[in-house]
């Protein structure tokens, strides 16, 4: 297992929460442009090289250069597209939809940041609520093919496990520090080893 030193790859994001309304007519905005805005984003990050050393075949990148993205299938032959179009600043939290707020992400780890980093600390904000975002990744400095490693997803979480306590909600509202003690505990094992 390559082994990633995390904190040289977290940062944090101070965001204002935004109105349901705004939230809406940007997600629309989005939908209702999400070909040429994807298209868009591929193609730039593809000409700055951002695709290049990932371990791409050259049938990927030829789909990326012309605007899209490669699609694989699982085991069980569901089709899925590798990579997906990220907003760095949340919608719900003031973040435009333009190729400036966009950045191509490999969809497991799309997937990760928003389930494990940015949506439990966002959901519970009101209107006009601000706060700092802790955890989210500095994508100046990951390359791509590092968050296309299950190892680095892994490492990542773990680091703000033990850093920041981001632990699962349901860890978290279990009757007795006793039980949650324990629930945590085998989580923990189970995911990332022994506790130390």
């Given at each position: ?138 994508f100046t400095k990951i390359p ?21 306590r981001m632990i699962p909600p ?23 080893g022994n506790i130390h």
């Amino acid at each position: 297992m390559k082994k990633y030193l995390i904190s040289d790859y977290v940062t944090t994001m101070d965001v204002i929460k935004t109105s349901a309304e705004y939230n809406q007519r940007e997600r629309n905005r989005f939908k209702e442009n999400k070909h040429d805005l994807k298209s868009t984003v591929f193609k730039y990050y593809f000409y700055e090289g951002y695709f290049d050393n990932a371990g791409l075949s050259k049938e990927d990148l030829r789909f990326i250069g012309a605007g899209f993205s490669p699609i694989k299938a699982t085991p069980m032959g569901v089709e899925y597209t590798v990579f997906t179009v990220h907003h760095i600043k949340p919608l719900s939290c003031s973040g435009e939809t333009l190729p400036s707020n966009l950045i191509p992400l490999p969809r497991k780890f799309h997937e990760f940041i928003h389930e494990k980093i940015i949506d439990p600390q966002i959901k519970n904000l009101k209107t006009g609520e601000t706060a700092t975002i802790i955890g989210v990744p500095d994508f100046t400095k990951i390359p791509l093919e590092t968050m296309m490693d299950t190892d680095f997803r892994i490492q990542y979480y773990k680091y703000l496990v033990d850093t920041y306590r981001m632990i699962p909600p349901h860890l978290i509202n279990k009757h007795t520090n006793e039980i949650r003690k324990r629930l945590f505990a085998e989580w923990y094992t189970r995911n990332f080893g022994n506790i130390h």
